[in-house]
C-alpha cells in the first residue's frame, strides 16, 4: 500500500468534469507555473497523509459520484498511490477517471513501472497535459491554457457530450469551518473575486493578497488564520 500526500479532497462537485465527481488534489509540484492558483500545494512538504483504500471510501461517501478527478499538485508524482486509489475506489463502483498533469502524455509513456506511471495512465479515462501558460489561457475549456491537450485515453468519456476543450467554464465555492475551496477552473475573473469575498469575510483578519488567475487544472484555497 501507498500512502498519498493529499493537499485537499472533495466529494462530489459538478465543476471538474462531467457528472457529480470527487476530486483529490495531491501536494507537491516540479512545475511552479507563473500564475497557478495553487501556490501553497507546489512544495514537497508533509500534508494529509492517507492511505488509498481510506480515501477512496472517503470519495465515494455520496452516491451520486460516478467519477474521480486527480489534480495537485503533481498527480504523476504520486503516480502508484493514485493508481492504488482508483483501484480500490472502482473496487466499488465503476467511477470514470480524469486527472491532469503538467507533463506532456509522450514523456509519461516512457517512464518505467517503477514509477507507477504506466498503472495510472492505464487507468486514467480522460488525461489533460502540459503545464499553465499564462498568455495562452484563452478563459474556455477544462484547462487553464490552450496548450493543454485533452487525451481520452479510452473511449468511456469521449462521446457523452462534454466539450472537455470549449465548454464555458465553471467554478464552485465549498466553504468548510474556516476552510474556503474555489473548485474548478475558474472563468476569468472569477478568482479576484473569490479573494476579496473571502477576505470580506474574514473583514480585517488579515490583508487581502491579490493573486493572478489561472492553474493547470483546479482550485485555491483560502483559510482563516487559526
Ligand atoms: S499550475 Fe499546475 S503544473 Fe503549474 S505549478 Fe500549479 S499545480 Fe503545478
Known amino acids: 500500500m501507498t500512502a498519498l500526500n493529499v493537499a485537499a479532497?472533495?466529494?462530489?462537485?459538478?465543476?471538474l468534469g462531467p457528472g457529480v465527481r470527487s476530486v483529490v488534489w495531491v501536494q507537491g509540484c516540479p512545475?511552479?507555473?507563473?500564475?497557478?492558483i495553487a501556490p501553497d500545494w507546489?512544495?514537497?512538504?508533509?500534508?494529509?497523509?492517507?492511505?488509498?483504500?481510506?480515501?477512496a471510501e472517503e470519495l465515494l461517501a455520496d452516491p451520486r459520484v460516478t467519477g474521480l478527478t486527480l489534480s495537485g499538485g503533481e498527480p504523476m508524482q504520486q503516480a502508484a498511490g493514485l493508481a492504488e486509489l482508483v483501484g480500490r475506489?472502482?473496487?466499488?463502483?465503476?467511477?470514470?477517471?480524469?486527472?491532469?498533469?503538467?507533463?506532456?502524455?509522450?514523456?509519461?509513456?516512457?517512464?518505467?513501472?517503477?514509477?507507477g506511471v504506466p498503472e495510472l495512465l492505464a487507468a486514467v479515462d480522460v488525461l489533460i497535459d502540459g503545464v499553465y501558460v499564462a498568455a495562452l489561457d484563452d478563459g474556455?475549456?477544462?484547462?487553464?491554457?490552450?496548450?493543454?491537450?485533452?487525451?481520452?485515453?479510452?473511449?468511456?468519456l469521449a462521446n457523452c457530450g462534454y466539450?472537455?476543450?470549449?465548454?464555458?467554464?465553471?467554478?464552485?465555492i465549498a466553504v468548510?469551518?474556516?476552510?474556503?475551496?474555489?473548485?474548478g477552473v475558474p472563468p476569468t475573473g472569477l478568482l479576484d473575486v473569490f479573494d476579496t469575498a473571502v477576505d470580506a469575510a474574514l473583514a480585517g483578519t488579515r490583508p487581502h493578497t491579490p493573486?493572478?488567475?489561472?492553474?493547470c487544472s483546479h482550485t485555491s484555497r483560502k483559510e482563516a488564520p487559526s
Do not use: K, W
Open 140 to 156: 474556455r475549456g477544462l484547462r487553464g491554457s490552450s496548450n493543454q491537450r485533452i487525451h481520452h485515453l479510452t473511449g468511456r
Open 211 to 215: 493573486r493572478t488567475s489561472g492553474t
Open 89 to 115: 475506489a472502482r473496487s466499488t463502483r465503476d467511477v470514470s477517471v480524469i486527472c491532469f498533469t503538467g507533463h506532456r502524455l509522450e514523456r509519461l509513456r516512457t517512464r518505467p513501472p517503477t514509477t
Open 163 to 172: 466539450d472537455f476543450a470549449g465548454r464555458p467554464r465553471t467554478a464552485e
Open 176 to 183: 468548510d469551518g474556516p476552510q474556503a475551496l474555489l473548485i
Open 9 to 15: 479532497t472533495h466529494v462530489g462537485t459538478e465543476a
Open 31 to 36: 512545475f511552479r507555473c507563473a500564475g497557478c
Open 42 to 55: 507546489i512544495p514537497d512538504r508533509p500534508a494529509r497523509r492517507a492511505e488509498p483504500a481510506e480515501l
